[in-house]
């Protein structure tokens, strides 16, 4: 038999799901696949013998992949498990290949961002070098748009609209009295400043606001910071800032409130540069300061998915069998973007070596000279990934998704 095992790993997104649904979807057209298995949460899934027939749900009921395709997280759990280096502990990859010959696997599909592509790279090489058949393929995945090689991200467009329809409602929200207020609003992002970029697309005609925006790709100052905000302040009584919760200052150190520990692939885990600079604001300028973290809801609001967003994450899916039924192993299925307006863009694919352990920055270019704002250049680029709204099933008054799996 041929059969393929599907895992997702690291940060959630709104549209994670909607690419294992691609691959379910695609395999129910071509049938190349006797048999898809979701490991549960991530590789470890494989490792521990966690797995579920995919296949079977897909028939079981027919409404199965729409709903999916709009259920925010992790439908098959995470992981954040580091694989060792292969050269240095070879046991657990003969572990999976065995595993893999037992259940007649032929290809491997991880969904997710870097680390999940690192764990591709390490998988495939494992493969080539002791000659077996099993094909490992990428499937990318994250908000944080900092992939090489694609032109953007599955969940990044979701997080976007998110973030940029959260920020214009905070700033109608500061603009009602007439007092002096500085509001501070932190995304996430800890090396890439795309998600907090965009914030400018929630700036109107009538609302000029947030005034500025920070990101990581450039050293933050704080005494800049505040004369920013001093001078914006003259302007008008409400001033709102948007900034990457990784902002750091010309050393290289994060703004941070407290001290920052390391997860299991050595990034290090940001605690409040939101509330530093708020201290910071309320310190020198006594005005009233609030700062707004937004935190988890910016890659799990479904409500406010982007269909295009979903509808790209299912076309990787695809794309990522049709490169297993080319034979192809150590690759990651792309976005290529073919035009702005009209917006069109095709699937394509890379080699995993080129994405793993990189990051994808903000073109020094598409941030101002003084780097507190972003250019035109960047929102036009932004803009086409937030477009359109899918339709999701309310009941009682909720949105309506499918549970995570936690046990077969």
Known sequence: MRNCIIAQSGGPTVAINASLAGVLKENENTHYFDNIYGSLNGITGVINDRLINLSEKVKESPSFLEKLKVTPAMYLGSCRYKLPDPNEDRAVYESIAKYFEKKEIDT??????????????????????????????GIPKTIDNDLTCTDHTPGFGSAAKYIATT????????????VKSVTIVEIMGRDAGWLTAAAALSRTDYYSLPQHIYLPEVAFSMNAFIEDVKKAMEKSNSVVV??????????????????????TFGHSQLSGAGKAL??????A???KVRSIEIN????????????????????????????????????MATVNRVSDDPYKAETSYADINDIANRVKNVPREWINAEGNDVTEDIVAYLRPLIQ?????DFVDGVPEYLPVVLSE
């Open 242 to 263: 948007a900034i990457s919760e990784g902002i750091r200052d010309e050393k290289g150190n994060y703004i941070s409130a407290g001290e920052s520990s390391e997860d």
């Open 108 to 137: 491997f599909f991880y969904i997710g961002g870097n680390d999940s592509m690192d764990t591709v790279y390490k998988l495939s090489l494992f493969f080539k070098e002791t000659g077996s058949p099993v094909k490992a393929i």
């Open 278 to 283: 708020e201290y910071a604001v309320k310190d």
């Open 296 to 331: 988890l809801p910016q890659r799990c609001a479904s409500h406010l998915a982007s269909l295009t967003d979903l509808d790209e994450s299912m076309m990787l899916g695809a794309k990522a069998v049709g490169l297993s039924a080319e034979g192809l192993t150590g690759v």
């Open 388 to 392: 359109g709204e899918p339709k999701i």
């Open 285 to 287: 300028l006594g005005v």
């Open 167 to 178: 920020v214009r409602e905070i700033c109608h929200d500061t603009s009602i009295y007439p």
